[in-house]
């Protein structure tokens, strides 16, 4: 279905498998006072209509760029009309405001929905100018990504507190090295990292058309080999990373979470780093794209792991 198509569905399931897991295996186990189950699904459903009106508006903008890269997935103006697009972008955000509106009153924070206020500007923006200027564009889709954690941080204050509460008992993770709302900081970060690389690596997918448009992306600006130096450096401090936390989750009596990112997304990184630079094609990079969104999955269900720890 075009309509289905333009919204991106898989990467909305993504999005809400993300904030789902994260609320349900980190903030629901802290025992959330505003971010109840009523409360997450308004918080998530305005995160999913937001990223969805940001697709659309990215379209929008975009259909001389898609024409030359990817003719044959084109739909908007094709079979969807711009004026029908750009109606369904202002009322996608219209319903995710509201959405989130009704949570802040809830819970007596209206100055929350600034976070989903300042989504929708970015992706504005993003559309209209970060996406054609030198970095800007990929930094801004990566806090996108990491505030799709942080926002429920932010909706559930409390959680800081509960952390260290006596209702938390001795057996829970926290008291085996691991804090809550550390947790979901460092999914935030590792978020922010790896949708970073992956929009250098779509960037380099999309070169001929970004060229053509003006466009000063990484690969535009350094070329398609120095434009995956840069990724590999970012692959490099997240491996970096991910060793230090399952090395501190290992000594900390946590193996099981440990040995999981280890396994399922350190070595994953490993050899998408080595196959990166084996050739510089649009389908190549197509491919290697697609490995990041899979490492991506497989970072989030190692909620799961943390679930069963606490």
């Known amino acids: 279905m075009p309509w289905f198509r333009l919204i991106r569905w898989k990467n909305l399931l993504i999005i809400f498998l993300t904030q789902l897991l994260a609320w349900w295996c980190v903030v ?9 189950t009523l409360n997450f699904l308004l918080i998530s459903l305005s995160t999913l209509l937001i990223a969805a009106a940001g697709y659309i508006i990215n379209d929008y903008f975009d259909i001389k760029i898609d024409l030359i890269n990817r003719p044959d997935k084109v739909v908007l ?24 509106g009704i949570v802040a009153i809830r819970s007596r924070q209206p100055l929350c929905l600034l976070f989903q206020v300042n989504c929708t500007l970015l992706l504005w923006f993003y559309s209209t100018h970060f996406k054609r200027q030198y970095v800007t564009g990929n930094v801004v889709v990566a806090l996108l990504s990491a505030f799709t954690v942080i926002v429920l941080i932010a909706y559930e204050p409390s959680m800081v507190n509960k952390i260290t509460e006596a209702g938390i008992t001795a057996n829970s993770a926290y008291h085996r090295g691991i804090n809550p709302v550390y947790v979901l900081i460092v999914y935030a970060l590792f978020a922010f990292l790896l949708t970073w690389m992956r929009e250098i690596v779509k960037d380099m997918e999309d070169l001929v058309g970004d060229v053509e448009e003006g466009c000063v992306t990484m690969p535009v600006k350094w070329g398609l080999t120095g434009a995956v130096k840069i990724t590999r450096v970012l692959g490099v401090l997240v491996m970096a990373a991910l060793f230090w936390c399952s090395a501190f989750l290992v000594r900390s009596g946590n193996l099981l979470l440990g040995y999981y990112l ?13 196959y990166l630079g084996r050739e510089l094609t649009p389908i190549h990079f197509k491919k290697v794209s697609s490995w990041l969104k899979i490492i991506m ?3 989030i269900f190692s909620l799961v792991v943390y679930k069963y720890l606490v």
């Open 28 to 36: 629901l186990p802290a025992g959330p006072v505003v971010l109840t």
């Open 77 to 100: 103006a094709k079979v969807i009309p711009r004026k029908q697009a750009i109606t369904a972008h202002t009322a996608l955000n219209f319903v995710a405001l509201i959405a989130a």
């Open 262 to 274: 280890l396994l399922f997304v350190v070595l994953p990184l490993i050899g998408l780093m080595v």
């Open 297 to 299: 999955v497989s970072g």
